[in-house]
């Protein structure tokens, strides 16, 4: 339907519904961006695909501009993917592993796309091509990192993330080798510092014989690695679980989920 040396009696799919609805032609596009609309009983979300004046074009029953409503995506960064790391400097749970920027990295972003949506999702939303336009992300996390990002198009969530990011708990798992100094979980949890200012109390415990399990605000580039080998330990691994009190639940490396409505951070 879309083609570089159109047929003239081709016409714009906006420019067709705005006739069949009486309506402006951004409208017309709005509603096909929110798949309202249909093209010989295929979902059609490209404003700009051409139909034939023999095709029928139908527009839902329940459209409405409503439900046209910015959505925010959590994905799960597998290890070796950039994400975030070209925006302004917002802190963030995935910076305590070494920020240092991979040359040519793949970049998180090219990984929201429909086919790596969690099938599970219990969000109830129904995945449409806007969802992946004009999305910011002001939660970044180093190549060498895995786990939660967030990439949002809700300019009230986008304010929340930039000017409270230092005020949100990140919780995250950290997998270490080498032997712990005596004491030094508790040094872990308060009495390391770090850049040399005294580190705020944080919350550390064991989930395994090699992991660590980490809940701290306000962290620094570079702050974890530091703070396991003050303990005699190194970093083998790091992966984010949760931001605020949004987790990112079961969701595979490489796929995401919608923030569910009553999901606040």
């Known amino acids: 339907m879309t083609d570089k040396n159109p047929d003239p009696t081709h016409i714009r799919l906006a420019k067709r519904v705005a006739e069949q609805l009486n309506c402006s032609r951004s409208t017309a596009e709005?509603?096909?961006?929110?798949?309202f609309v249909s093209v010989d009983g295929q979902v059609?979300?490209?404003?700009?695909?051409?139909v034939r004046p023999d095709q029928a074009v139908a527009v839902a029953p329940d459209a409405s501009l409503l439900e046209l409503t910015p959505v925010t995506l959590l994905l799960h960064k597998p290890v070796g993917v950039e994400a975030g790391l070209g925006q302004p400097a917002q802190g963030g749970a995935g910076q305590a592993a070494h920020a240092s920027r991979s040359q040519g990295a793949p970049q998180a972003v090219t990984l929201l796309n429909p086919a790596s949506h969690l099938a599970e999702d219990a969000s109830g939303i129904r995945v449409l091509q806007r969802h992946f336009?004009?999305?910011?992300?002001f939660t970044p996390l180093p190549t060498e990192a895995s786990g939660l990002v967030?990439?949002?198009q809700d300019k009230r969530i986008a304010r929340k993330l930039a000017e409270d990011i230092e005020s949100l708990e990140q919780e995250c798992i950290v997998e270490v080798k080498g032997d712990i100094a005596p004491n030094?979980?508790?040094?872990?949890?308060?009495?390391?510092?770090?850049?040399?200012?005294?580190l705020p109390p944080i919350k550390v415990s064991w989930q395994s014989e090699t992991k660590l399990r980490f809940a701290?605000?306000?962290?620094?580039?570079?702050q974890v690695p530091a703070m396991c080998e003050a303990v005699g330990l190194s970093v083998v691994a790091m992966k984010r679980i949760r931001i605020g009190r949004v987790p990112l639940a079961k969701v595979p490396e490489g796929q995401w989920r919608y923030l569910q409505p009553w999901e606040r951070f």
Not at 30 to 35: A, P, S
Request: net charge positive; with cysteine; hydrophobic share 30%.
């Open 216 to 222: 701290l605000k306000g962290i620094r580039p570079g």
């Open 184 to 198: 030094g979980l508790q040094r872990l949890c308060h009495g390391l510092s770090f850049n040399g200012r005294p």
């Open 30 to 35: 709005q509603f096909i961006e929110g798949g």
């Open 150 to 152: 967030v990439y949002t």
């Open 133 to 137: 336009k004009q999305l910011e992300c």
């Open 44 to 50: 059609v979300e490209a404003p700009g695909a051409r």
